[in-house]
């Protein structure tokens, strides 16, 4: 089945641009465009993409305003940022908005085509700055419970891999385990920190404070 994706950029020619490279692409399908996030919440409600490729500084409505409200409806569209900024204030909301990735218009066309894959298997794909800001800038959350004390030293090793943006199977890779037993590590992370993705994770990590 081809990844259904839903592209909103203000600039027509990105987005014709974006159009035209993905659809040269195996196993990707073009199904509608949005000029604004106002536009792209409507398009999501009539197309139910898979995935939506999002641009942030839009008109009438954010990008941020409208990751928010379609994730708040439909929780299984995946949506991967596609911007020119890298600063906190536009990497922190998006990512707490409830977007799956965070990439620079930089990219190279096929890293672009390798992050909507990897998201679509549940992982989360972020940029280099997009980490860097995540690590230096998010401030300690307070709270009464520390969950993060119930993670064993191998969970804390894959959570730690997670925040610097590493797939399942970099991160296997890098602390010599299978992919399958990485899955069950974050699993148990998840259940132990009462999170519903590896996204979450990460910021709530970050947020912690134990891995600056």
Do not use: C, W
Request: cysteine-free; hydrophobic content about 40%; aromatic content about 4%.
């Amino acid at each position: 089945m081809a990844i259904r994706i839903l592209i909103a950029d203000d600039h027509h020619v990105v987005r014709r641009g974006l159009v035209f490279f993905l659809k040269t692409q195996k196993g990707l399908d073009i199904i509608g465009e949005a000029k604004d996030g106002k536009e792209a919440v409507e398009k999501a409600a009539e197309l139910l993409p898979d995935l939506i490729l999002m641009d942030l500084d839009m008109p009438v409505m954010n990008g941020i305003e409208a990751t928010k409200k379609i994730k708040k409806e439909y929780e299984n569209i995946k949506i991967l940022i596609l911007t020119s900024f890298s600063d906190q204030d536009h990497v922190i909301p998006a990512m707490e908005a409830g977007a799956s990735g965070y990439q620079l218009k930089d990219i190279e066309p096929d890293e672009l085509v390798r992050s909507i894959e990897a998201i679509m298997k549940g992982e989360n794909q972020l940029h280099p700055k997009a980490t860097s800001q995540l690590l230096s800038n998010l401030t300690k959350s307070k709270t009464d419970r520390m969950p993060m004390d119930e993670l064993t030293k191998r969970e804390l090793d894959v959570l730690k891999e997670i925040v610097n943006g590493k797939s399942n199977k970099e991160i296997a890779a890098s602390l010599y385990i299978t992919e399958k037993t990485v899955k069950t590590h974050i699993t148990n992370i998840l259940s132990k920190l009462e999170l519903s993705d590896r996204t979450q994770a990460a910021l709530y990590a970050v947020r912690s404070g134990m891995f600056k």
